[in-house]
T-cell receptor, first 115, second 114 residues
Framework: KAGVTQTPRYLIKTRGQQVTLSCSPISGHRSVSWYQQTPGQGLQFLFEYFSETQRNKGNFPGRFSGRQFSNSRSEMNVSTLELGDSALYLC??????????????FGEGSRLTVL | GNSVTQMEGPVTLSEEAFLTINCTYTATGYPSLFWYVQYPGEGLQLLLKATKADDKGSNKGFEATYRKETTSFHLEKGSVQVSDSAVHFCALSDREDSSYKLIFGSGTRLLVRP
């Protein structure tokens, strides 16, 4: 079974630009979550989508948004990039309805550098 | 709110040494507990899990026991290998309605020398 796939793996943007990251979950998984990882703040929850609906949202500004498509693939978007948005963005999938509560399967991440 | 605290790193050990990485949590209710591992340049991999008090999770020689009385989930391994060098994260599941999210500790870097 293929794992969680994230694209692109690396990208460089400048302040003020926007970026879109993509995530394909494990086949059959309907829940996709996004996390931001930085050296200073560690791993922080961004949001979770299930069946194209946002079910949960972390404490991030409105510049961070996401969506999920009918095939469960998800995208997250960050607008008006700031230097502090430089981070590893991790996508994780789960069945969302059964199994071990909170057990997530992570992709390798998209490393965003903002100059 | 719920939180996870784990020991500061780095932890540096010689191969075949005994490992303990401390993790304590604060939570309402009874969350599931996890250890995830991150190798350089990679995402997170689930190492082991426990879903209720006194459960012991184990995998690849690593073990952790869900201790409700001490709100702890310490990671142990009897004999570490160089290949265990990575950042280890303790996490708990936080439930809001039907949605779960993971709350992570700050991570502990483990370096095993040959």
């Amino acid at each position: 079974k293929a794992g969680v796939t994230q694209t692109p793996r690396y990208l460089i943007k400048t302040r003020g630009q926007q970026v879109t990251l993509s995530c394909s979950p494990i086949s059959g998984h309907r829940s996709v979550s996004w996390y931001q990882q930085t050296p200073g703040q560690g791993l922080q929850f961004l949001f979770e989508y299930f069946s194209e609906t946002q079910r949960n949202k972390g404490n991030f500004p409105g510049r961070f948004s996401g969506r999920q498509f009918s095939n469960s693939r998800s995208e997250m978007n960050v607008s008006t990039l700031e230097l502090g948005d430089s981070a590893l963005y991790l996508c994780a999938s789960s069945s969302g309805t059964s199994g071990i509560s909170g057990e997530l399967f992570f992709g390798e991440g998209s490393r965003l550098t903002v100059l | 709110g719920n939180s996870v605290t784990q020991m500061e790193g780095p932890v540096t050990l010689s191969e075949e040494a005994f490992l303990t990485i401390n993790c304590t949590y604060t939570a309402t209710g009874y969350p599931s507990l996890f250890w995830y591992v991150q190798y350089p340049g990679e995402g997170l991999q689930l190492l082991l899990k426990a879903t209720k008090a006194d459960d012991k999770g184990s995998n690849k020689g690593f073990e952790a026991t869900y201790r409700k009385e001490t709100t702890s989930f310490h990671l142990e391994k009897g004999s570490v290998q160089v290949s265990d060098s990575a950042v280890h994260f303790c996490a708990l599941s936080d439930r809001e309605d039907s949605s779960y999210k993971l709350i992570f500790g700050s991570g502990t870097r483990l370096l095993v020398r040959p």
